[in-house]
């Protein structure tokens, strides 16, 4: 798949980031000459249609629209009940009931609806994680000539992709932020950083392969490119642009000493993500067998996490990010874009 392909002027996709954009950040991003993406597992269908008219009436493009595709298991009551005797000592220092909840987005998988909402706007670019949708809801996306993404975190999981369906394959290293992909195994050791990753994935499947994880600037992106990427996905260098929604405390997170260390936590969402860590991460463990399945454990997380930051403090907030953020700075996305173009010899 070249740049043509895609119908972007240069190698450059804007990582979907749930929570911390809306289309501001995928309008200036393709304004640009990227690929601006949106994230929309965590959308109403009506807010799903309000996002994908506006990308319409913008008159730039294309645009990568992104879905989860979990299996979504029963919520489990015992599960929830221990989670939430495990939270029990939290909630207690904040004052709040044992009993305590925030309404908060859900994570649906691609589902029929998503797809019917899909075909009104036909965007030309779909984009999936951990895995893809049923084969009757790809060949919906696809029947209006939409190019597919997926995530592979492993080889076995590039080969599985090419043989069901996607376009091109998002190599996620290690390193990048927020959920990782994979959807074979749950044993992270399998997992490589980047590129150590992408070079076994070019060689792996006759489909581009895009880049991921730890890319911030434009040295990164003509090392990726050099390896056999078509392109990259770039998604914590753009948490400070003012196009995104990053909190104020998630930003000051990413331009402290903090952001330099980082781990895999399943307490936010029930899934393995990468963030930076903070007291619950240290106190608890990044990773705990007490977090109920994806995406269950963000309920009782949610009214720990509200209080703390109507307190001005992020110990309870995922604090999504990958382990390089030097490349993070408080620039319009276009003029980041520019600066990395420039470095990386591709202006």
């Not at 992909?181 to 499947?205: E, I, M, R, Y």
Request: proline share 6%.
């Amino acid at each position: 798949m070249s740049l043509l392909d895609l119908g972007i002027r240069y190698p450059i996709i804007q990582a979907p980031m749930a929570g911390v954009q809306d289309c501001a950040l995928a309008l200036a991003v393709s304004a640009a000459g990227g690929l601006g993406s949106v994230p929309a597992a965590m959308l109403s269908p009506a807010e799903l249609r309000r996002s994908l008219t506006l990308l319409r009436e913008s008159g730039l493009g294309p645009f990568n629209i992104n879905f989860f595709c979990h299996h979504q298991q029963e919520l489990d009551p015992a599960e929830e009940r221990r989670w939430r005797q495990t939270l029990a000592p939290y909630y207690a220092e904040l004052g709040l009931a044992a009993d305590a909840s925030v309404s908060s987005p859900t994570r649906a998988p691609f589902n029929a609806e998503h797809a019917a909402i899909l075909a009104e706007f036909k965007p030309a670019v779909v984009s999936f994680h951990f895995g893809l949708p049923a084969p009757e809801l790809l060949d919906r996306v696809k029947s209006w000539g939409a190019k597919v993404l997926a995530s592979a975190t492993t080889v076995a999981e590039a080969h599985w992709l090419a043989e069901h369906g996607a376009d091109a394959i998002i190599a996620q290293g290690l390193e990048a932020g927020g959920h990782r992909g994979h959807f074979l195994s749950d044993d992270l050791s399998l997992q490589q950083g980047t590129f150590t990753l992408l070079p076994q994935l070019v060689q792996a499947v006759n489909l581009p392969v895009i880049a991921a994880g730890g890319i911030v600037d434009g040295k990164g992106i003509r090392a990726a490119l050099a390896l056999g990427a078509s392109s990259v996905q770039m998604g914590t260098a753009f948490l400070c642009c003012p196009e995104a929604t990053t909190s104020a405390l998630h930003r000051a997170a990413i331009q402290s000493e903090q952001r330099h260390h980082t781990a895999l936590t399943n307490l936010f969402s029930g899934r393995p993500a990468r963030g930076i860590v903070n007291r619950l991460m240290r106190e608890l463990g990044p990773l705990s067998a007490e977090a109920p399945a994806f995406p269950y454990a963000s309920a009782a997380i949610a009214p720990l996490r509200s209080a703390a930051e109507k307190r001005g403090c992020a110990d309870f907030s995922p604090l999504w990010a990958g382990q390089n953020a030097s490349g993070c700075r408080a620039l319009p996305a276009a003029d980041l874009m520019a600066a990395w173009l420039a470095e990386a010899g591709l202006a």
